[in-house]
């Protein structure tokens, strides 16, 4: 079975404070993307990978970034958190050539 | 960029058939898929669906595409409460990106 692990279930940040969310999957996929999940919004893409140390911008980038320094890890990086951050993130992961993408549980950031 | 639109809430009884509508825009989407997020998890893939296909079925999920319309729908047959979750459609697209709707909140009754 494949496993998608994100560091927190749940965190609280305070306003402009540097926020690291990890994701880490043990199947060597090469794809792996950060979502956020708004309530009516579904699922919005932020950065994906393709490959250690490549990344490429989803649809809402701004305000976020993000590092892929082992293919087995991605993390999104909140520069200066801010309260319209405040959301459930989502790291999902997909071999090339398969059609099923393996979500991780989320975490639920608060930013106050 | 693709489009993908879901009603917000459904609620049935407990044995009745729920379906589940979705509608989207690119006509490319070479799968079409239905994603189950129960409270606190992560979401989990229910079924999908090949853009050449009319219609998937398994145990109690049967898929409709209608391509003419770009209309997918997910009914699940003999609701049970276990089945209270959000529903979420998506669409694929280049990179095995997938672009999700709002998501469908399902309330199974008693």
């Known amino acids: 079975d494949v496993k998608v692990t994100q560091s927190s279930r749940y965190l609280v940040k305070r306003t402009g404070e540097k926020v690291f969310l990890e994701c880490v999957q043990d199947m060597d996929h090469e794809n792996m993307f950060w979502y956020r999940q708004d309530p009516g919004l579904g699922l919005r893409l932020i950065y994906f990978s393709y490959d250690v140390k490549m990344k490429e911008k989803g649809d809402i980038p701004e305000g976020y970034s993000v590092s892929r320094e082992k293919k087995e890890r991605f993390s999104l990086i909140l520069e200066s958190a801010s309260t319209n951050q405040t959301s459930m993130y989502l790291c999902?992961?997909?071999?090339?050539?398969?059609?099923?993408?393996?979500f991780g549980p989320g975490t639920r950031l608060t930013v106050t | 960029g693709e489009d993908v639109e879901q009603s917000l809430f459904l609620s049935v009884r407990e044995g009745d058939s729920s379906v589940i509508n979705c509608t989207y825009t690119?006509?490319?989407?070479?799968?079409l898929y239905w994603y189950k997020q129960e409270p606190g998890a992560g979401l989990q893939l229910l079924t999908y669906?090949?853009?050449?296909?009319d219609m998937k079925q398994d145990q109690r999920l049967t898929v409709l595409l209608n391509k003419k319309d770009k209309h997918l729908s997910l009914r699940i047959a003999d609701t049970q409460t276990g089945d209270s979750a959000i529903y979420f459609c998506?669409?694929?697209?280049?990179?095995?990106?997938?672009?999700f709707g709002g998501g469908t909140r399902l309330m199974v009754k008693p």
């Open positions: 998506a669409g694929a697209r280049a990179g095995n990106m997938l672009t």
């Open positions: 669906i090949f853009s050449n296909m």
């Open positions: 690119d006509s490319s989407s070479t799968y």
């Open positions: 999902a992961t997909i071999t090339g050539g398969s059609y099923e993408q393996y």
